[in-house]
């Protein structure tokens, strides 16, 4: 499961492991998304899912062409359903609404933040952060390398974010060890 939208049974999951397990699981860079990848190494099979409109992902970077359009069809199928009825948008990946003008999803975002008493400091905020009309260079990769990797130095020319080099590495670093 995608863990960006979670609903935990934290008493559940304290009898299964410490606190200070879990932060170890965590902490370990042969996962890839170290959150995900540990929850669902550790909880397989003592997962309910919820409805995809729980947690319909934007369209970061093109991926619903890029990668979702791999999954099984019904799962796709749903997936592009739930987006005409979500109840939680997640601004998954590097695009974020308050950081870059035209993304997926961001008028909600926008017509949401002018409800809330905070509206001119996330104006402000925004502003502030895109002077230079590009993001900076470290909200464009998603880690699939350990940031303290020297392997990134290599990988990260040869297969960008997005391309299907990386798509192809991260299966195969993921069948590697093990994660599916």
């Known amino acids: 499961f995608q863990a960006g939208v979670l609903v935990l049974n934290t008493r559940a999951m304290r009898s299964r492991h410490t606190m ?10 042969r996962f890839i998304y170290n959150d995900q990848d540990v929850l669902n190494a550790h909880c397989e099979g003592e997962v309910v899912y919820l409805d995809y409109s729980w947690n319909v992902m934007i369209d970061c ?7 979702f359009t791999f999954a099984p069809a019904y799962m796709f199928d749903a997936f592009i359903e739930s987006r005409s009825n979500e109840k939680i948008v997640h601004y998954a990946g590097f ?17 949401y933040a002018r409800e809330t008493p905070f509206y001119e400091s996330l104006l402000q905020h925004s502003i502030a952060g895109n002077r230079s009309g ?28 997005g ?18």
Not at 163 to 180: N, T, V
């Open 20 to 29: 200070e397990e879990w932060l170890e699981f965590a902490s370990d860079d």
């Open 61 to 67: 970077f093109g991926r619903i062409n890029k990668v």
């Open 95 to 111: 695009e974020k609404p308050w950081k870059l003008a035209g993304c997926d999803r961001g008028e909600l975002y926008w017509r």
């Open 134 to 161: 590009r993001l900076p260079d470290y909200l464009i990769h998603e880690p699939a390398l350990s940031p303290r990797s020297p392997l990134r130095k290599i990988v990260d020319p040869i297969a960008p974010l």
């Open 163 to 180: 391309s299907a080099r990386r798509e192809l590495g991260k299966s195969i670093i993921r069948a590697i060890r093990g994660i599916r």
